[in-house]
């Protein structure tokens, strides 16, 4: 049941979105790595699209966008501080949670995600349309970046091997191991070392759901606890470059409520990349 997660009023069901669509309070975003694959061919009535790498990400440095960047993204998107933002987005929504930890790093009051995202809107038979919209611009002014979200290689290298710190790798098990740079039939970058931070615990990230939807409180507790996992400890998402990464803090930190989370989102890239960073590989 939703009323068991933590913060329910974070996720947004398709049928509280479709009853919803023409409230000129609420903005919808679809996040996606390549907005002509998806999109373009057909989207949300009215939603916006923003592209993973090139609206959410630095262009100059690695880095999530500065102010100027974020606050001119959601300005021409008709966005102003007191607007709902819901996020949608393919692959289980691991863009839009993305997303959604970029706003509550800039401390968007009100972001949700559309729990099943896509696929779950167009298994029912929702309209999908091709119009782009034109959204009145909006003066749009961040809040300070929240730091308490967000952990930079020298947070972890810190506090790595430290009682109750706990990183946590949401990759697949065979760049955990070691095996392989990126996802079994992506592309594998040319990363230097691979592996995983020293006594990092291994869920997958799209184990927090089935069927494109998150698993309910219970499930996910249980998954988590049974690796290990518990509230008291400050846990750690990493992935290869923190957008797998940040589903897992999302289901941890909104859907669970556990108080101290943050995203590694330098994780494998940095990581495996830099000079003096300790690696383990092979079974845990």
Known sequence: MVSQYAHPEVLASTEWVAERIQDSSIVVVEVN?????????????????????????????RDIPGIAQFEALLGRSGIDRG??????????????????????IYRHPDARIMDGGRA????EGRELSTEAPAPGPAVYRASAPDGSLRAMKSYVAANLGKPGFKPLDTRTIEEFTGQLASAPGTPQPDIYRKGRLPGAVHVPWDDA??????????????????????PKDEVV????LG????????????????????????????????AGSPVETGPA
């Open 120 to 123: 779950k809107w167009v298994s």
């Open 237 to 240: 998402p990493y992935c290869r």
């Open 209 to 230: 759901s089935e069927d494109g939807k998150f698993r309910p409180a219970e499930e996910l507790r249980r998954m988590y606890e049974a690796k290990g996992l518990s």
């Open 33 to 61: 790595a390549d907005l002509s694959e998806h999109y373009e061919m057909g989207h949300l009535p009215g939603a916006v699209g923003w592209s993973l790498h090139a609206d959410l990400e630095d262009q100059v440095k």
């Open 83 to 104: 607007a709902t933002v819901v996020l949608y987005g393919d692959g289980n929504n691991r863009s839009a949670t993305w997303a959604f930890w970029v706003l509550k």
């Open 243 to 274: 957008v797998r990464a940040s589903y897992s803090w999302f289901a941890l930190k909104y859907l669970l409520g556990y108080p101290r989370v943050r995203n590694y989102d330098g994780s494998w890239t940095e990581w495996g990349n830099s």
